[in-house]
């Protein structure tokens, strides 16, 4: 059963437009949620997150939007730059576990 | 420089063999992760400890096995019990108990067996 779900596994968005990665998730319990990115051959690197008590993060270029009642979340990357092309993860946790559970990734390419 | 150090970076096993992939972090968490990455399948949790001397089984726990003797070290063995061991694994570290949930990442070992 997958608890954390990206049902996108490719996405193709012009340099310089907005960027819109989506995730959903099974489990109202998590109470935190994380997006990574990462290259090929390489750790994912943490990118943003947001706490269930939130609706919104922001961080330079990359805004994190939570919809807790339809078990969604967004990223949002604007302006998008070439290198931005990576490999995005969305994950979720529950403080009290230490545990994070992976969505299977959105690949982003930025084309000139 | 803290970090998560990961070897070897590549491997290549055998089948029937026994394989030990190190992890070793100088971060000073007390959580630490072991993640497998397979193709479209995004990063599934093999184990976790949260504290010296204390793990627990993942969701893909099954021909796989771990320590946690010592606070920065955190081994994985890929046996030979595990059916299907080519991957790229990840191993992970995080301050337990952290509300934002941040996990660092090593840079990963690429098993494949032969």
């Known amino acids: 059963d997958q608890q954390v779900k990206q049902n996108s596994p490719s996405l193709s968005v012009q340099e310089g437009r907005i960027s819109i990665l989506n995730c959903d998730y099974t489990?109202?319990?998590?109470?935190?949620f994380l997006w990574y990115k990462k290259y090929p051959a390489e750790g994912p690197t943490f990118l943003i997150s947001?706490?269930?008590?939130?609706d919104k993060n922001e961080d330079g270029r990359f805004t994190v939007f939570l919809n807790k009642s339809a078990k969604h979340l967004s990223l949002h990357i604007v302006p998008s730059q070439p290198g931005d092309s990576a490999v995005y993860f969305c994950a979720a946790g529950y403080s009290s576990a230490s545990k994070i559970i992976f969505g299977s990734g959105t690949r982003l390419s930025i084309r000139p | 420089d803290g970090g998560i150090t990961q070897s070897p970076k590549y491997l290549f096993r055998k089948e029937g063999q026994n394989v030990t992939l190190s992890c070793e972090q100088n971060?000073?968490?007390?959580?630490m992760y072991w993640y497998r990455q397979d193709p479209g399948q995004g990063l599934r949790l093999i184990y976790y400890?949260?504290?010296?001397?204390?793990?627990q089984k993942g969701d893909i726990a099954e021909g796989y096995s771990v320590s946690r003797e010592k606070k920065e070290s955190f081994p994985l063995t890929v046996t030979s019990a595990q059916k299907n061991p080519t991957a790229f694994y990840l191993c992970?570290?995080?301050?337990?108990?952290?509300?934002?949930?941040?996990?660092?990442f090593g840079e990963g070992s690429r098993l494949t067996v032969l």
């Open positions: 992970a570290s995080s301050i337990a108990g952290s509300h934002t949930g941040e996990l660092f």
């Open positions: 489990n109202s319990m998590f109470d935190y």
């Open positions: 971060l000073n968490h007390d959580a």
């Open positions: 400890s949260q504290i010296v001397n204390d793990f």
């Open positions: 947001i706490s269930s008590i939130k």
